[in-house]
């Protein structure tokens, strides 16, 4: 019996033991990232039998366990991958957000102070000074566009960069999972599957700071070995084999990374960026995809917008040397890459009607031989026609079946747009054409001045010279002495519009009509007597005219871009407002979504923490407890030790 209980005492003593080990162990590691609480579990030895029934033979140590639960673990990973994702997208917004809406920086100060310059021109078109002015305003304009364009330029390199980083850590992270694997499948195979609890807090610490990089999930095989998958479920560690990862220029768009796969072959699979999501590289992505190719499109919108639209009016003026306008602006080129490895010719590109553009990128592919192709919005895939989305198109003449190229209308429009001209005499503020009334006129009829459309007749010499203008003469209650190759479009009080077609003999006379001819447009009013006349030709004395530097001034507050049922829509200020406003929501969005989130992330930590968490306060109390088993313990051998000293003593 007293050696019995001797080894009773000693099983309760080694317990203790264990207990107090595990309990310095847990405080030990009280600060430590990642560390599980972890306790002994312990059970009774088998009891021995006798005529007397069973006596216990003492207790043993199972396993050392550490406090885990699967579903706060899996909360916590859920809710931190996308605080992250949300936390990166706010801070790279709000760097875009600072730039369009700062009053200094932004493009509506340079905007408002151009159409200024244009206003002091229409006042004084014979100034220098103010057509210097209109000169230095539209540099200004055109400085302020390339400033924002590369300081986007900017936020871009640093979030391909900061995607190449986060890809590099990734794949880190997924070869020191593979590596602590394979530790763990080790240590619980040669410790008769007992739960390497210290290897296994390394792992989950490593998945926690994996899924703060990208969203993650894990199963658990039953050899011990962890199998991760990222993003939708792309597997990026199975047991012992980690997936190399690698930032590599895209296949559709040189100038962004995409992940890779790295086959064993040194090949590399794109992953889709709609396949990855979570955490710094989700968050990453989404800002790339959402922020930084929308605001540059739609600057460079404003730019093709600005500069077509300036240039085309300002073609139809008058400069002080008495030429013909010319392009105010460069207009921005079409960017076009190659998508696949094509072998054929780049198609060509060029910009129709620019109300139509909307700031995105297409995808052309060739579907036959003969320059057959299809035309597909990047954003979500849909099939589109070039007109209709601002676009003319003229396809090589041969092409191979699948290729494709990335056409891009204004990505890089802001950053190439330029003034063309330096010479003040080149503003063309005057209009090429006047009308007078004849000053022997009998009646009293007058003729407003003329509306140019068109300078093609002018420039052809249809309306004559300075020193022989075209005259229309009133006979008989009609007008006569229209070119006699160009159709006439009048309009009569309450009617609708007439073509005659060329030659046209006359056409017939009422107050307050209107005319056009050649891209000439003008109306006549008042009581006419026959051989009344009215002269339209050549601007000679065009130096104080500012007719067409009114028109170009108008183009501040007229309506040219984003069609809606067929007519423009919106100013060249409401789509920089619009740009403005839409990534102000989305910055204030996601910055409620990433308070929201670390609320959220709190919450699921302290309910994991209150299970795997060491308190000191328990810890403490365990000391004192198993310190007192232990002595405990050691009373039953001592005493055990005392019965069996009695024992040999009565046998001497």
């Not at 009293?444 to 003469?473: D, Q, R």
């Amino acid at each position: 019996m007293g050696a019995s209980l001797f080894s009773i005492g000693l099983t309760g003593l080694n317990a203790a033991q264990a207990g107090l080990s595990t309990t310095s162990h847990n405080i030990s590691n009280a600060g430590t990232t990642g560390y599980s609480r972890q306790r002994i579990e312990q059970s009774t030895n088998p009891a021995m039998f006798t005529g007397a029934g069973f006596f216990g033979e003492g207790t043993k140590v199972d396993t050392v366990k550490r406090a885990y639960n699967t579903f706060l673990t899996n909360q916590v990973l859920a809710a931190d991958t996308k605080f992250s994702e949300y936390d990166t997208f706010s801070t790279e917004i709000s760097q875009v957000d600072n730039m369009l809406a700062d009053p200094t920086v932004g493009l509506t100060p340079a905007l408002q102070d151009f159409f200024g310059g244009i206003e002091e021109v229409a006042a004084n078109p014979a100034s220098v000074p103010a057509r210097q002015s209109m000169l230095s305003t539209a540099e200004s304009l055109v400085s302020r566009l390339h400033n924002l364009s590369d300081r986007i330029g900017e936020i871009r390199a640093g979030v391909e960069g900061q995607i190449k980083e986060t890809v590099s850590q990734i794949s880190t992270y997924a070869k020191n999972i593979a590596e602590v694997n394979n530790k763990i499948t080790i240590a619980q195979q040669a410790g008769s599957a007992q739960p390497a609890n210290d290897l296994l807090d390394t792992r989950d610490q490593l998945v926690k700071e994996l899924n703060q990089l990208v969203r993650v999930s894990t199963s658990t095989d039953a050899d011990g070995s962890m199998s991760v998958f990222i993003g939708t479920g792309q597997p990026l560690v199975i047991g012992t084999t980690p997936t190399r990862l690698e930032a590599l220029p895209s296949i559709a768009d040189q100038s962004r990374l995409a992940v890779n796969i790295l086959t064993q072959n040194g090949g590399a699979i794109t992953i889709p960026e709609s396949l990855l999501g979570g955490g710094k590289l989700g968050g990453l992505l989404n800002m790339r995809a959402t922020a930084l190719d929308s605001t540059q499109n739609q600057l460079g919108l404003m730019a093709v917008g600005l500069s077509t639209a300036f240039n085309a009016q300002h073609k139809l003026g008058q400069d002080l040397n008495g030429n013909l306008g010319t392009d105010f602006f460069t207009i921005p080129s079409i960017g076009v890459q190659r998508y696949t490895n094509a072998t054929t010719a780049m198609p060509d590109v060029q910009y129709g009607d620019v109300s139509k553009l909307v700031g995105e990128d297409y995808r052309l592919t060739f579907t036959d031989t003969v320059g057959g192709y299809a035309l597909t919005r990047v954003s979500d895939g849909r099939s589109v026609s070039a007109a209709d989305v601002g676009l003319s198109i003229t396809p090589a003449a041969t092409s191979w079946v699948g290729d494709s190229f990335l056409i891009q209308p204004t990505r890089n429009a802001a950053s190439s747009l330029d003034v063309s001209i330096a010479d003040t005499r080149m503003i063309a503020a005057g209009a090429p054409i006047t009308a007078a009334a004849t000053t022997s006129n009998l009646g009293t009829g007058s003729i407003t001045a003329p509306v140019v459309s068109s300078t093609a007749s002018i420039a052809a010499g249809v309306f004559g010279t300075s020193a022989a203008p075209l005259k229309l003469t009133h006979a008989g209650g009609s007008l006569t002495g229209f070119p006699a190759t160009l159709p006439v479009t009048y309009t009569l009080l309450n009617s609708n519009p007439v073509t005659l077609a060329a030659p046209v003999a006359s056409v017939p006379y009422q107050s307050g009509m209107t005319i056009q001819v050649g891209g000439v447009s003008f109306s006549i009013s008042g009581a006419l007597k026959d051989q009344d006349s009215f002269t339209l030709g050549p601007n000679a004395g065009g130096v104080s005219d500012s007719r067409n530097a009114v028109a170009l001034g108008q183009l501040q507050t007229s309506k040219l871009m984003l069609s809606a049922d067929g007519q423009p829509s919106a100013t060249l200020q409401s789509v920089y407002s619009q740009l403005v406003s839409s990534v102000g929501n989305k910055a204030r969005e996601v910055q409620v979504n990433r308070d929201a989130q670390e609320s959220l992330v709190g919450q699921a930590y302290e309910a994991q923490q209150s299970i795997a968490g060491v308190n000191l306060d328990e810890e403490a109390a365990n000391l004192i407890r198993y310190q007192q088993a232990y002595q405990a313990s050691s009373k039953v051998m001592t005493i055990a030790s005392k019965l069996f000293d009695e024992v040999l003593a009565l046998g001497r």
